[in-house]
């Protein structure tokens, strides 16, 4: 492994280019982009602690981004021999790659899940949002879906038929800081500081049809339908009704919102 600097404007790499190394920031920023139909899209902003390009260690494909550094730049590169032989020695060093490759596995499973789900969409034109909640809902279990522009531009929050329990909510990790590579929570949420939503944070419950939001111990709490939970609440615990419950992640004014929408009971 080795350090290496670029002055602000240098291209590390551009779609396209053979790839074989990953970079994880030391200091400065980096802009990764894709050029559509000859217009540049930039996909992120990336900076100290940030990692990119590692795909360019487990699969031998052109780069599918390009890499520009906005300012000027100091970087660790590691090759895929360097990453294969130091992985047996378990070192905390890798943990940031890690993570970042299970991240990135995890927001294109999600991807690909709402791609299916709008392809459904298409191919039934007359379905309204509101009668395909509904045919979600009636196929069983709990449905969530955002409400508010911030989980709404998170691709991981997107709306979804809940059906296996408990069903854990918590921060996304900030790889800068990362200590554990398998995340305990089944959405992962970003946020940044000051933070408003745990790593563990609740948990959805359902008990013989029943379902339920346990706090786990989250520093701000957690509301459901106006109720308190943890933080400086002494509930830890609600049961949510029949249609819909709001769910906030954190104080009143947070906009870390879900709509819960329970199934109606014969």
Request: some cysteine; charged content about 25%; overall charge negative.
């Amino acid at each position: 492994m080795k350090t290496e600097t670029f002055a602000a404007g240098i291209q590390l790499f551009a779609q396209g280019d053979d790839s074989e190394e990953a970079y994880r920031i030391l200091n400065g920023t980096v802009e990764i982009s894709v050029s559509e139909d000859n217009t540049k899209v930039v996909l992120a902003t990336l900076g100290e602690g940030d990692v990119f390009g590692e795909m360019g260690m487990i699969e031998h494909m052109p780069r599918s981004a390009t890499a520009l550094a906005l300012t000027d730049l100091t970087v660790e590169v590691i090759l895929e021999e360097d990453f294969n032989r130091s992985l047996v020695g378990s070192s905390d060093i890798w943990v940031p790659y890690l993570s970042t490759i299970f991240e990135r596995l995890r927001v294109a499973n999600e991807r690909l899940r709402i791609a299916e789900e709008q392809l459904e969409a298409l191919n039934a034109p007359l379905e309204g949002p509101k009668s395909r909640r509904m045919s979600l809902i009636s196929g069983g279990g709990l449905f969530l879906e955002p409400d508010s522009d911030e989980t709404r531009s998170q691709s991981a929050l997107q709306a979804q038929a809940l059906t296996s329990f408990p069903f854990a909510l918590g921060r996304r990790a900030d790889l800068a800081a990362c200590v554990d590579v398998f995340s305990k929570s089944h959405l992962l949420i970003g946020d940044r500081m000051p933070y408003r939503v745990s790593r563990s944070h609740c948990v959805i419950e359902c008990e013989k049809g029943v379902y339920y939001i346990q706090d786990r111990g989250s520093k701000l709490g957690t509301i459901v339908n106006e109720v308190a939970l943890g933080g400086q609440s002494k509930e830890r615990r609600a049961r949510l009704r029949s249609g819909e419950n709001t769910l906030i992640l954190g104080p009143p004014n947070s906009t870390i919102r879900f709509v819960l929408t329970v199934p109606e009971t014969d």
